[in-house]
Every structure is written in C-alpha cells, then in structure tokens.
C-alpha cells in the first residue's frame, strides 16, 4: 500500500508539474494574443490612413486632370488661333508683296512719263 501510495503522489505531482507548464504556456499565449490584437489595431489604423491618403491623392489627380484637360482646349484654341493668325499674316504679306510690284512699277511708269515730259 506505501508503493500505490508513492505511485500515486510521483503521479499527482507529475501531472501538477503538466498542469503548471499548460498554465505558463496559456499566460505566453494570452500575452502574444494581446500583443497580436493590439497589432491588428495599429494595422487597421494605419490601413484607415492609407485609404484617406490614397482618397485625397485620388481627389487631387481627378483635379489636376481637370486643369490639364482644361489648359490643353486652351492651347489648342490658342494653336487654332495662331494658325489663323499665321495664314492672315502670309496672305497680308503676299498682298504688301503685291501692292510693292504695283508701286514699283507706278514708279517705273510715273519716272518714264516724267522722262517724256522732260525730252517735249
């Protein structure tokens, strides 16, 4: 009876020890859940920041693409209108072209009737 008794107790104590170890391992593992969730909510956190960031860069870009549709009718108005300008300037200076010829040979005429006119 003395050895079913030492049996029992080398058990007993035997399973104490497993049941103290089960109890530091369950601590580590609430400890590292907490450590987790906390980690998780820094996470969230910073994923809120992102979307916001990403949100307002998405705001901005739509904007700015606005400005640069906006600025690019504005250049080509502006080329529209410099091709008109540059097509009045070509035939305004084919016309001063022409109206030179013409003076010149006014000039021509007027000096031959001037010679004429001289030699009577």
Same mark, same amino acid.
């Given at each position: 009876m003395?050895?079913?008794?030492?049996?029992?107790?080398?058990?007993?104590?035997?399973?104490? !020890?497993?049941?103290?170890? /089960?109890?530091?391992?369950?601590?580590?593992?609430?400890?590292?859940?907490?450590?987790?969730?906390a980690?998780?909510?820094?996470?969230? /956190? /910073?994923?809120?920041?992102?979307? +916001?960031?990403r949100?307002?860069?998405?705001? !901005?870009? !739509?904007?700015?693409?606005?400005?640069?549709?906006?600025?690019? /009718?504005?250049?080509?108005?502006? !080329?529209?209108?410099?091709?008109?300008?540059?097509?009045?300037?070509?035939?305004?200076?084919?016309?001063? +072209?022409?109206?030179?010829?013409?003076?010149?040979?006014?000039?021509?005429?007027?000096?031959?009737?001037?010679?004429?006119?001289?030699?009577?």
């Amino acid at each position: 009876m003395g050895q079913v008794l030492q049996r029992k107790e080398k058990e007993s104590s035997s399973l104490n !020890g497993k049941i103290e170890d /089960e109890q530091t391992l369950g601590g580590k593992l609430q400890t590292q859940i907490k450590e987790l969730q906390a980690r998780l909510e820094e996470l969230d /956190e /910073e994923l809120e920041g992102e979307r +916001g960031a990403r949100a307002r860069a998405d705001k !901005g870009r !739509g904007q700015l693409r606005r400005e640069l549709d906006e600025l690019n /009718e504005k250049l080509e108005e502006t !080329g529209s209108n410099t091709a008109a300008q540059i097509a009045l300037n070509t035939r305004r200076e084919e016309e001063l +072209g022409k109206l030179k010829m013409e003076l010149d040979e006014n000039n021509i005429t007027h000096e031959s009737t001037l010679a004429m006119l001289r030699q009577k």
